[in-house]
């Protein structure tokens, strides 16, 4: 292996790091027009020539909503927002139609770009993307327990030869956790799903960074694992437990996943680099593609048609290297398995 590889690579991924810098905060939300329709909104239910039933309040602050057969049907009313998202969500809409007709480019509005809803769903093409993705977690977890338990060989005791099979099951079960509550973020932003979104990305990352340890060192001994382990899972404990309780900081909490991120990818580049392994042009092909996707999600641009942005792009590049993902996986299990049987036969 040419020696000056790993470093090129330590310079190439540093570099991604360091295009974060160009990221701004959105100031769409600070419009002073923007701000009066939504007022306006709040206190008479209407945006333009649209007026919401739901904004519209009795004496008492409570809201009326006319008799009772004047109401959706429950299979419909999941479609509703409240009474500030709908005025948020419309004024948003009616401001970037006068901004596109003086010519001017579309903004963000509280952290997102403006997006068209459909029934009820906020980024209908990431929340099937995302949905995507998790069946594709899905996929790839259910054909390495069949492989690991069905296909090869068991030790008497019925465990697998794979030391790192458990680890790879809580990997499993992480990522479609989080897959799963990405769908639900994109589907409706609100405090609560945007907190579990982002605690259930943050301990992915945090766990794919150890197991990215774990395996390229070949950590064995579970005392050694926890050894590992230990400090990275109290960072991580730490940093969700901050997100959560004290300040939801965006941009602490992109340069927390970039590192994470960046850093396995390293890892796992270096070991691909150095390591015999039949199977390490997957773990090549996983790793460029990973940070090739993070330039989308850095080079941030607005939603095409208003559906589809960077964001959703790489939930889409995603897609794939999860298959061949989990394919490496699956390689990496029979590889280690022959290899102890050879050495105990």
């Not at 309040?57 to 057969?69: A, E, L, M, T, V």
């Not at 639900?184 to 943050?202: G, N």
């Not at 589809?308 to 996986?329: C, E, K, M, N, Q």
Request: glycine fraction near 6%; hydrophobic fraction near 45%.
């Amino acid at each position: 292996m040419n020696p000056m590889a790993p470093f090129r690579w330590f310079l190439f991924i540093a570099a991604l790091c360091c295009l974060f810098a160009a990221l701004h905060a959105s100031d769409g939300d600070a419009d002073p027009l923007y701000k009066d329709c939504v007022e306006r909104c709040q206190e008479t239910g209407c945006v333009g020539n649209r007026c919401f039933q739901h904004c519209k309040f009795s004496s008492d602050g409570k809201p009326i909503d006319g008799p009772w057969y004047m109401h959706e049907p429950l299979y419909l009313r999941w479609k509703q927002w409240d009474c500030r998202s709908d005025c948020r969500h419309h004024c948003m809409l009616a401001r970037e139609e006068e901004r596109t007709k003086l010519g001017d480019k579309p903004v963000k509005y509280h952290g997102k770009w403006p997006f068209q809803r459909v029934y009820g769903i906020q980024e209908p093409v990431a929340v099937a993307l995302s949905a995507l993705n998790l069946a594709m977690q899905f996929h790839g977890w259910v054909s390495f327990f069949i492989v690991v338990y069905y296909k090869l060989r068991l030790r008497p005791n019925k465990k697998t030869y794979y030391e790192y099979t458990g680890l790879w099951h809580i990997y499993g079960i992480l990522a479609m956790n989080s897959w799963f509550w990405s769908a639900v973020f994109h589907s409706r932003d609100v405090e609560l799903t945007e907190k579990l979104d982002y605690s259930s990305a943050v301990a992915l990352l945090g766990f794919t960074l150890i197991l990215a340890i774990l395996r390229a060192c070949n950590v064995k001994e579970e005392a050694a694992r926890v050894m590992v382990a230990a400090p990275l899972v109290a960072f991580v404990t730490t940093h969700i437990l901050y997100l959560n309780f004290y300040r939801l900081d965006y941009g602490l909490n992109k340069k927390v996943c970039a590192a994470m991120a960046v850093s396995q990818l390293l890892i796992w580049a270096m070991w691909a680099g150095v390591s015999r392994h039949p199977a390490r042009w997957k773990l090549w092909v996983v790793v460029v593609g990973g940070g090739l996707a993070m330039v989308l999600d850095i080079y941030d641009f607005p939603p095409y048609k208003g559906y589809v942005d960077a964001h959703a792009l790489w939930h889409a590049t995603a897609i794939p290297l999860t298959y061949l993902w989990w394919s490496f996986i699956r390689d990496d299990a029979e590889f280690r398995t022959t290899s102890l049987l050879k050495k105990v036969k």
